[in-house]
């Protein structure tokens, strides 16, 4: 899971048309995902590796 403010560029169909502005990402085992992250607009930034997630957090991700 991915926490904080970025731009999604691309996934494993390759580059997005248009960056997505988005606050969270949640990803599956093997999924692949590009973001651009502007440091200089952001006081802290979470990356969290590891932990599986439930079924409402995969839910919460496909809106």
């Known amino acids: ?3 904080g403010h970025f731009n999604l ?3 494993d169909q390759g580059l997005l048309p248009a960056p997505v502005s988005i606050e969270r990402l ?3 085992p093997g999924e692949c995902r590009e973001v651009l992250i502007d440091m200089s607009k952001i006081e802290l930034l979470t990356i969290t590796a590891g932990r599986a997630a439930g079924v409402m ?3 919460k991700g496909l809106f």
Do not use: E, K
């Open 26 to 28: 949640p990803m599956a």
């Open 9 to 11: 560029i691309g996934s």
């Open 1 to 3: 899971m991915i926490s």
């Open 57 to 59: 957090d995969r839910i």
